[in-house]
């Protein structure tokens, strides 16, 4: 699809508005599922592994679905993603309110809010790289704090909904304001020239010119009706000799003219109609095959293959807090008094305040992006493998706070992904990325809930955490120390072969 240029500014903050109001109304239940996590425990007593697939399958769904969720914003647009989005995500959670059991929740809440989620989440970031270059660190920032202020304060009304009407009545509730993404997503215009064609004609520009008999009937039909009729008599010179003796008989009897001119006409529109269907197949499975092939060079980058190794460990041991942090507190046996704030609250507002630092951070030239990332998941994984040694809430509201500040590397991971490969291969190499990343998610909170089942606390399962977000920022740190100059396209070999040649020249002249 051939865009505009980033004009990095003018309706491009509406976007980031939008987009910021976007996430904070999509995200803000499932982040702060750990206030709905107690109820369900409390109303169905299940256990404490199996209850939290809920709030996994409503964060981890969608990044699964990321690479339908690229298909789609390539092909749709990411304002009608964005409405249709809307509208599952409202749904599922009005839907939840009449759960009759935790499986219900499986699909209600877990499937299609997480899936309306990761359509949102997809639209809102691929709308904001193409708005923005030069301040894009800073866009991301802003649009991904969205989902952080909608953590602390959906933490907050979440508990207060239920306090006056119900674990149902909060449900509705919620998914009534989630309807509001419907005008958000009206205000996401396009960044795209009319004069150019459609996403799917761009895409096919490569295809051999033998397939290109599509494009022409597309453009101008009447110019296929003249092409068919020159190879008609093409084929008419051909047999002239030996049909010449036919033909002249056929014009002595106008009936037998007639039936035959309606033969041919049929025939050739039975002709032309297969032999259209044949180009197109032809292109599609070029259209596959492109694509199959894109997806094997972006896995020969070593930092990219490094970025979804680092990404799935991330997501197993970074997202169990934000989900389970309320219920390590009870088990810890710290007195509800003591809470001045919720400690999802807490992870909320301390991820937005990271997301824009970080957003920030990521503009300035002389920082390297990827770095920081790494920097980012180290010291979280010693944050993480601290959680069982804090007995109070001054200590578990403190690393509460780091832990969310630290959780604000989302905003810099798309321009990590598109300083690796590119703004073209963005919305391809995301999706594969995000899947990734929902597999961690669905997969981090089950993991740490059955751990506690089976040593009923939560120390072995937080070493874990910290163990895979560890592993996972030193693989990408040491596929990025000799990689990173190249992932940004820069050569730096030429120059030294020139002097090189230009020595050797001096010394023949000495």
């Known amino acids: 699809m051939e865009l505009k240029k980033s004009p990095d500014g003018g309706w491009g903050w509406v976007i980031v508005a939008v987009s910021f109001f976007t996430q904070f109304l999509c995200y803000g239940s499932p982040l702060a599922v750990g206030v709905l996590y107690i109820e369900w ?15 996994s399958l409503a964060s981890g769904v969608g990044l699964l679905a990321s690479p339908v969720c690229s298909v789609c914003v390539s092909s749709f647009g990411a304002r009608a993603v964005t409405i249709f989005s809307g509208f599952l995500v409202a749904g599922g959670l009005m839907l939840s309110s009449f759960a009759p059991n935790i ?8 499937i ?117 009729e020159k190879k008609e008599e093409t084929c008419k010179s051909i047999l002239a000799n030996g049909g010449c003796k036919s033909e002249s008989l056929l014009h002595k009897n106008p009936a037998t003219v007639a039936h035959t001119k309606e033969t041919e006409t049929y025939k050739k529109k039975v002709a032309e109609r297969t032999y259209f269907c044949k180009q197109l197949a032809k292109r599609k499975w070029q259209l596959y095959k492109n694509y199959c092939g894109e997806t094997v060079a972006l896995f020969k980058n070593k930092v990219f293959s490094a970025l979804f190794i680092a990404i799935f460990l991330f997501d197993i041991g970074g997202f169990p807090p934000s989900l389970l942090m309320e219920d390590v507190a009870r088990s810890s046996n710290v007195k509800e008094e003591e809470f001045i704030m919720p400690l ?30 790494v920097a980012t998941l180290i010291i979280m994984s010693l944050a993480l493998c601290a959680i069982p040694f804090a007995k109070s809430y001054v200590t578990l509201a403190l690393l509460s706070g780091i832990l ?35 597999l961690g ?39 990025a120390l000799p990689s990173w100059d190249t992932c940004k396209k820069q050569l730096p070999k030429p120059a030294p072969t020139t002097f090189l040649y230009k020595v050797a020249s001096n010394s023949s002249n000495v």
């Open 344 to 373: 999802i609250s807490i992870i909320g507002i301390m991820t937005a305040v990271g997301k824009l630092i970080l957003g920030i951070l990521a503009d300035f030239k002389w920082i390297n992006t990827l770095y920081l990332y």
């Open 112 to 228: 299609v809010v997480g899936l309306g989620c990761g359509l949102l989440y997809t639209a809102t970031v691929t709308i904001t790289c193409q708005y923005f270059d030069s301040r894009r660190g800073l866009a991301l920032g802003l649009i991904s704090t969205g989902s952080s202020v909608g953590l602390f304060i959906y933490a907050a009304l979440q508990r207060l909904l239920i306090e006056f009407y119900g674990l149902d009545g909060c449900l509705l509730i919620v998914g009534a304001l989630a309807l509001n993404i419907l005008a958000c997503g009206s205000l996401m215009r396009p960044l795209q020239s009319s004069d150019f064609p459609l996403p799917e004609k761009t895409a096919l520009e490569n295809v051999p010119d033998r397939y290109s008999i599509y494009k022409e009937k597309e453009k101008d039909p009447e110019e296929n009706i003249n092409m068919l």
């Open 404 to 438: 969310g500040f630290l959780t604000g590397n989302w905003s810099i991971f798309p321009y990590v992904t598109t300083k690796t490969v590119g703004i073209e291969k963005l919305a391809h190499a995301y999706g594969i990325l995000m899947f990734f990343a929902g």
């Open 103 to 110: 499986y219900f929740l499986f699909f209600s809440y877990g």
């Open 41 to 55: 425990l409390d109303a169905f007593g299940e256990g404490k592994g199996k209850t939290a697939w809920i709030g």
């Open 441 to 479: 998610n669905s997969l981090g909170p089950p993991i740490v809930g059955w751990f506690y089942d089976w040593t009923q606390t939560y120390d072995i399962a937080f070493y874990f955490s910290g163990l895979c977000v560890l592993l996972g920022g030193f693989i990408l740190l040491l596929a």
